[in-house]
Nanobody, 121 residues
């Protein structure tokens, strides 16, 4: 059974930093892209940042220059380093991995349970 376990959320003051981590566990054959999404109250879930297995990154305009995504393919882990946080970054952050755990099945998306990030002004 595949699981994505997130850690690192919490409360921080505006201008501060947080580091989110997500580890994928279980029987895994291959992982394509990994990423972080967020959902603020009353809003749709949106992409924050993504990274391919080859290391190509993609960021939402709102976080460019402030957030950095990285991954450790050997440990099946993806990290989101967030700095210069503002109250507008307050949301539940979800880890995502597009993977397959057995050759006969296609790649599909798996999600973590979400971790709350709250930025106070």
């Amino acid at each position: 059974q595949v699981q994505l376990v997130e850690s690192g959320g919490g409360l921080v003051q505006a201008g501060g930093s947080l580091r989110l981590s997500c580890a994928v566990s279980g029987t895994i054959l291959s992982i394509n892209a990994m990423g972080w999404y967020r959902q603020a109250p009353g809003k749709k879930r949106e992409l924050v940042a993504a990274i391919t297995s080859g290391g190509t990154t993609n960021y939402a305009d709102a976080v460019k220059g402030r957030f950095t995504i990285s991954r450790d393919n050997a440990r099946n882990t993806v990290i989101l380093q967030m700095s210069s946080l503002s109250p507008e970054d307050t949301a539940v952050y979800y880890c995502n991995a597009n993977l397959k755990w057995i050759a006969v099945l296609p790649f599909r998306d798996y999600w973590g349970q979400g971790t709350q990030v709250t930025v106070s002004s």
